[in-house]
């Protein structure tokens, strides 16, 4: 803790830590020293010098926002001449300021020039010129527009971009009274900004601001601020939405409050536009003759209840089954959860996690007892050494990756595995670039160095991992077969690169592995992880802060959905189903009899596809996700779900999958809803109601509630979804001491077990959640993939996301925002190949698997390498699972997303 000083600041004496800002402290302590330039987050400029002070000892006026404060400090902060000259320089300002203010943004200038009396012209000494300096305006981006007459050339957008999200697109260019800010070399639209808008948000005049709605928005017009969570990626960034007339038309970060501290992404800033669009389903529809038709909610849910009623009766309880959803609440996943155990009487539900995360966890849950990151988001910040493998971050988790080059700015250190060029590779110290498939002999390479160079933390292995060195002589003797030149011949990563990432990572005082979907989407996918925590283990790099691995999720409730139950293994609270004395006290707390809940392990998403093919699963209640587009071999998937004897779909829009449906519920969007999410970081947090629904679409846990009531069922007599959440905490001891009121300014960190427990920032301090309290080691050898290039299939395809875009896009393409940056499918290619095969950059191109094909346009790129393709899946028109196919990893059942043969013709 830093050493408290005291001073005094107009005769008030204050207490703070020592070094600490002068002119924040005066902030924090109620004196409202004037500034336009200073923002906590960014490094002091003194650029307006408006914070001018006097301190006792100095000469002339000094300005505070460049001062840290030591003991016995004097300051005078107002008095006559200091605020004379406040006003002069504001004046001067003002001259060369257009000061026409359309109500629509937050303008400090002009607040402190109507505190001076400046807003009157005749309390002006200075004329203004703005008009004869010809400012420029940049209208060219998608999401904001500059214009240089409002700036004055305070450096925060610029410090904004540099310092808090890491990107440096923002510059002046010319000089003196002309100079403007520039993005890139010129313009907005030609440079390399994403759209997040921080430079929005910490303007202090409205110079830039964000385009959407603004011809609507009056800031003294507004119903309401809303904080609550965003619906994307799993970072869970804290939003303040503004509602005018019912409509959201702004949206912010929330300053101040963790996991973002404001920061937000492209998506988190101006994605939000889908809450309101037209497409938005608003009334029940029932398939009558090949076509949907409106019905009332009675019509529907009786047809739902006799329809899944029947199937029970006449099949069984296992012929039916659910797919949840990471796209809604805790509360509304908890009482799906609970529906199909309960009414269904089957543990037959899955999601979207099967797809994406699966083998991830698995490994974890068996190395290390919990499948759920060791680490905070903010630590991405501070660790001294970061290991991201096959997590594209800067596009799939920006503002996590913030932090991350946060971390780079003060010399942290970075290393980035991944078949495929992202973003990050710009901030690495290393680059490792695998071969697809290969990642087990590399991570095995990098071990078998850092035992060869002693680079292991014994202590560690002793005291922490099962079998302490007798563990760890078993991975030593299979590893010692991958020495750096096989490993190279393998991988071709030069071995020179493998040896210095070896010795990065293990030397490093603490180091933290950042994993993703790149490792997890394999038939290998478990074995892959396996290899981290291996390399993890033997290095002590875990049980410390700022050590551990961190797979960040892709969508904004992943996490909470299976902590609250979502699977087909376990119970809320990651407790097997086959744990007996679990099963009776939910029981009891369901009050339903013990033998209703089933003890027998359910079907995972692809084998409940297989099942619904083969005709043993007749029936299925889909929330909130698209199997026809995220599901490997679609072809497959289209079949199973035209085989279904009915299917129930609940959701905020009509989908790929609804074609499919018998019944189609319309649902509450994130927006229109109160309830919860779990993060990346095991952090719980609100989210809250800002609009109404649209039509007579209904908030999901009431939709569930109503169908069991229609099936002779009661799931509880819930009166608000707090009720619904003190339940759920009840079913999962590791939410026990979490409840409504306690997170209502900041989220908290599970396991907390008591309402007295702070929450848990970093796990494994002590112990691992394994049976003896000690990790495990899981050797691995390095199999070769059983898919591979060939004559006719030369290619192997690679797939993910991108930035501007979110999974099934149902969301996303439904803002101008983002699709104005890209609303098109492409494939990826490398220059030599196009040549070699005879392609042309941006020519319409024909993608065929074994499985089947699509159509897309070529780019040829050097992010792949040579024989490797990349294709985004968001784009229903070319739907990427055409291409995949269904094999399983055997341990988590995640099929192989990252690794299709594929050839590639000119259409």
Known sequence: MSKQVTITIDGKKIQAAEGANLLQVAHDNGIQIPSLCYHKKLSPTGACRLCVTKIKGTNGLVMSCTVNIKEGMEIIAFDDEIEETRKHTLDYLLAEHNDHFDGTYNDEFRQWTKHYGLNKKENRKYPNISRSLNYKTDDSSPVLTYDASKCIKCFRCIKACDEVQGKNVLSFSERGITSYIIAGFDQWNESECDGCGECVQLCPTGAIVEKPHRDEIQLDKLDKKVITTCPYCGVGCQLELSVQNGKIVRSEGVEGVLPNDGRLCVKGRFGYDYVHSKERLTTPLIK????????????????????????????????????????????????????????????????????????????????????????????????????????????????????????????????????????????ADIWLQPRLGTDVALLNGMIRVIIEEDLIDREFIEKRVDRGMEAFQELKQLVAKYTPEKTEEITSIPKEKIIAAARMYANAETAMIATGMGMSQQVTGTNNVFSLINMMMITGQIGKERAGIDPPRGQNNV?????????????????????????????????????????????????????????????????????????????????????????????????????????????????????????????????????????????????????????????????????????????????????????????????????????????????????????????????????????????????????????????????????????????????????????????????????????????????????????????????????????????????????????????
Not at 374 to 395: K, P, Y
């Open 288 to 427: 009558k003759n090949g076509k949907f038709v409106e019905a009332s909610w009675d019509e529907a849910l009786d047809l739902i209840a006799s329809k899944f009623t029947e199937i029970k009766e006449k099949y069984g309880n296992d012929a039916l089954a659910g797919y949840s959803s990471a796209k809604c609440t805790n509360e509304d996943n908890y009482l799906f959860q609970k529906f199909i155990r309960v009414v269904f009487g089957t543990n037959n539900i899955d999601y979207c996690t099967r797809l994406c995360h699966a083998s991830t966890v698995t490994a974890m849950l068996k190395s290390i007892g919990d499948g759920a990151g060791s680490n905070s988001i903010e630590d991405f910040a501070t660790t001294d050494c970061l290991f991201v493998t096959g997590n594209n971050m800067i596009e799939t988790h920006p503002v996590t990756a913030t932090y991350v080059k946060n971390g780079k700015y003060v010399g942290n250190q970075l290393i980035v595995c991944d078949p495929k060029w992202t973003p990050l590779v710009n901030y």
């Open 559 to 907: 996490q909470g959905a299976t902590d609250v139950g979502c699977s087909p293994i376990i119970y809320p609270g990651y407790i097997p189903i086959t744990d007996e004395e679990n099963r009776k006290r939910v029981a009891k707390l369901w009050n339903v009899d013990v033998e209703s809940l089933s003890g027998k392990p359910g079907l995972t998403t692809v084998e409940i596809m297989h099942a619904a093919y083969d005709q043993k699963v007749k029936g299925m209640y889909i929330m909130g996700e698209n199997p026809m587009v995220t599901d490997p071999d679609l072809n497959h998937t289209e079949e199973a779900l035209k085989k279904l004897d009915f299917l129930v779909i609940q959701d905020i829009f009509h989908t790929e999958t609804t074609p499919y449906a018998d019944v189609i519920l319309p649902a509450a969007s994130f927006a229109e809803k109160e309830g919860t999410f779990v993060n990346s970081d095991r952090r719980v947090i609100r989210v809250r109601k800002a609009v109404e629904s649209p039509g007579e679409a209904k908030d999901d846990w009431k939709i569930i509630v109503a169908i069991a009531e229609k099936m002779g069922y009661d799931l509880g007599k819930y009166s608000a979804e707090s009720e619904i959440f003190d339940e759920m905490a009840q079913a999962a001891p590791i939410m026990a001491g979490i409840s409504y009121d306690r997170i209502e300014h900041q989220g908290i960190q599970w396991p907390c077990p008591d309402k007295n427990h702070p929450g848990t920032s970093t796990l494994f301090l002590d112990k691992f959640n394994t049976p003896n309290g000690k990790g495990i080691l899981n050797p691995v050898e390095y199999v070769p993939q059983s898919e591979k290039a060939t004559k006719e299939f030369p290619f192997i395809m690679n797939s993910g996301r991108i930035l501007y875009h979110y999974h099934t896009a149902t969301m996303s393409r439904k803002n101008k925002s983002l699709t104005d940056f890209i609303n098109e499918s492409y494939v990826l290619m490398n220059p030599g190949d196009t040549v070699k095969f005879g392609f042309n950059d941006g020519e319409k191109v024909k993608v065929t698997s074994k499985q089947g094909e699509l159509e897309t346009t070529l780019r040829a790129s050097n992010e792949v390498a040579e024989g490797e393709l990349f294709m985004p899946w968001h784009f229903s028109e070319s739907p990427v699972n055409r291409l995949t196919r269904s094999d399983l990893d055997p341990f988590s059942k995640i099929a192989a997303f990252k690794l299709t043969a594929c050839k590639v013709e000119k259409v």
